[in-house]
């Protein structure tokens, strides 16, 4: 979480002060807990919908093996949900953005994992991920989080990728991809580095005007022992979102679909009688008709039981018996800090929620840290205003 003030000096330059606080861990980098305070002082350069950062930045992590000041250089475009409109005129002109949300499987072959330096051996190992994509009439912005399930239970990255639109029909779209990110855990890399790159070419194989089916072919590189070439497949949700009208009034919109967004940010617990760990994360709504619901979650340990890498992307889903009672159950990813090392780090869980505003989950874990686990959320719901093509 970030808390901070920005002073603007002109009509492109500004002042940021701000202070953080997160969880993580991994890589050797924290030898107990995994919280992380810290602070940031810069100068923006802002033109349009991009921004151009330079300053310091100072971190200290609960280990004590990460802390000091360091630069920060930092590039950001924004993306507008709902691009404003200078007349009532224009109302219906707006064209939709669109969007898209991924979730997907990855069975991969990778090669000189810990161990096997001289990179003979060949291994097999799957992920699990999510993406969320943005297009233009030729060229895909994605950026994707995956985790590891066997093998090196604890191993995940961050990746985005950029893509050229080959070919774009009714029912079937392709396109070539280069990757660029990070990743690493579960011993996969070793002490030699995160960095990810890669090419790649996608294929969305149309159902309807909202769902289609992806198919994927990476190969990935990094700057340690690893490398591994993999197949992705997974099923993608469309969203597009219409402009309004104006930048003082509630935006038109033509559609025939809205997207309603709950986030809830929270606190969750994992308590035995050999001692408790806590995670800051949160949920994200995907679907909902009547009393049921789907949404994904992710958790990150900060404070307990020396578990600073753990961390957790679930699955679940939810049905509301009241509007204060509702049945749970996850299924995911959860690894690191000891938890599922080089195992198998399928999780799952089944509980209880009270509450509406704010809501209090009791869960039993399957290969979790615990048995038990009590989560403190925060719903903040939203919406989005969504257009089938």
Same mark, same amino acid.
């Given at each position: 979480?970030?808390?901070?003030?920005?002073?603007?000096?002109?009509?492109?330059? #500004?002042?940021?002060?701000?202070?953080?606080?997160?969880?993580?861990?991994?890589?050797?980098?924290?030898?107990?807990?995994? $919280?992380?305070?810290?602070?940031?002082?810069?100068?923006?350069?802002?033109?349009?919908?991009?921004?151009?950062?330079?300053?310091?930045?100072?971190?200290?992590?609960? *280990?004590?093996? +990460?802390?000091?000041?360091?630069?920060?250089?930092? $590039?950001?475009?924004?993306?507008? /949900?709902?691009?404003?409109? #200078?007349?009532?005129?224009?109302?219906?002109?707006?064209?939709?953005?669109?969007?898209?949300?991924?979730? #997907?499987? @990855? $069975?991969?072959?990778?090669?000189?994992?810990?161990?096997?330096?001289?990179?003979?051996?060949? /291994?097999?190992?799957?992920?699990?991920?999510?993406?969320?994509?943005?297009?233009?009439?030729?060229? @895909?912005?994605?950026?994707?989080?995956?985790?590891?399930?066997?093998?090196?239970?604890?191993?995940?990255?961050?990746?985005?990728?950029?893509?050229?639109?080959?070919?774009?029909?009714?029912? +079937?779209?392709?396109?070539?991809? !280069?990757?660029?990110?990070?990743?690493?855990?579960?011993?996969?890399? /070793?002490?030699?580095?995160?960095?990810?790159?890669?090419?790649?070419?996608?294929?969305?194989?149309?159902?309807?005007? &909202?769902?289609?089916?992806? !198919?994927?072919?990476?190969?990935?590189?990094?700057?340690?022992?690893?490398?591994?070439?993999?197949?992705?497949?997974?099923?993608?949700?469309?969203?597009?979102?219409?402009?309004?009208?104006? !930048?003082?009034?509630?935006?038109?919109?033509?559609?025939?679909?809205?997207?309603? +967004? +709950? &986030?809830?940010?929270?606190?969750?617990?994992?308590?035995?009688?050999?001692?408790?760990?806590?995670?800051?994360?949160?949920?994200?709504?995907? /679907?909902?008709?009547?009393?049921?619901?789907?949404?994904? #979650?992710?958790?990150?340990?900060?404070?307990?039981?020396?578990?600073?890498?753990?961390?957790?992307?679930?699955?679940?889903?939810? $049905?509301?018996?009241?509007?204060?009672?509702?049945?749970?159950?996850?299924? *995911? !990813?959860?690894?690191?800090? *000891?938890?599922?090392?080089?195992?198998?780090?399928?999780?799952?869980?089944?509980?209880?929620?009270?509450?509406?505003?704010?809501?209090?989950?009791?869960?039993?874990?399957?290969?979790?840290?615990?048995?038990?686990?009590?989560?403190?959320?925060?719903?903040?719901?939203?919406?989005?205003?969504?257009?089938?093509?």
């Amino acid at each position: 979480g970030h808390l901070g003030v920005q002073h603007r000096l002109s009509s492109r330059l #500004s002042l940021r002060a701000e202070a953080l606080g997160s969880a993580g861990g991994g890589g050797y980098a924290q030898d107990g807990d995994g $919280w992380v305070v810290g602070s940031t002082a810069s100068l923006l350069y802002a033109a349009r919908n991009q921004r151009i950062e330079a300053g310091v930045t100072y971190h200290y992590a609960s *280990g004590g093996m +990460i802390g000091g000041f360091s630069p920060v250089i930092g $590039w950001t475009k924004s993306v507008e /949900f709902l691009k404003a409109k #200078s007349s009532v005129e224009h109302a219906h002109s707006g064209s939709p953005m669109p969007i898209d949300f991924c979730l #997907s499987g @990855q $069975w991969n072959l990778g090669k000189r994992p810990f161990g096997n330096q001289d990179g003979s051996k060949v /291994f097999p190992f799957f992920l699990v991920g999510s993406t969320i994509g943005f297009e233009s009439n030729r060229i @895909q912005h994605r950026f994707s989080l995956n985790a590891a399930v066997d093998t090196f239970g604890g191993y995940m990255n961050v990746i985005n990728s950029m893509g050229f639109l080959m070919l774009n029909s009714k029912w +079937i779209s392709l396109s070539p991809e !280069v990757y660029l990110g990070a990743g690493g855990g579960g011993r996969a890399l /070793f002490l030699k580095g995160g960095l990810h790159y890669g090419v790649g070419v996608v294929s969305d194989f149309n159902v309807s005007d &909202l769902y289609a089916f992806r !198919v994927s072919l990476q190969k990935m590189h990094t700057n340690g022992p690893w490398s591994y070439t993999g197949v992705q497949l997974g099923l993608r949700k469309k969203v597009s979102v219409l402009s309004g009208n104006s !930048v003082n009034s509630r935006p038109t919109v033509i559609t025939n679909s809205t997207e309603r +967004i +709950i &986030l809830s940010p929270g606190i969750k617990v994992h308590l035995s009688d050999l001692g408790s760990v806590l995670s800051i994360g949160g949920e994200l709504n995907l /679907f909902q008709k009547q009393n049921f619901d789907v949404f994904a #979650s992710t958790w990150w340990a900060a404070v307990g039981g020396n578990r600073g890498a753990y961390a957790e992307g679930l699955m679940g889903m939810r $049905w509301w018996l009241s509007k204060n009672l509702a049945m749970k159950s996850s299924i *995911g !990813v959860g690894a690191g800090g *000891g938890v599922n090392h080089l195992d198998d780090a399928t999780i799952g869980s089944l509980g209880v929620i009270f509450g509406q505003s704010t809501t209090l989950s009791l869960e039993f874990w399957r290969k979790a840290p615990t048995l038990f686990s009590a989560t403190l959320n925060v719903p903040i719901e939203f919406s989005l205003a969504g257009f089938r093509e």
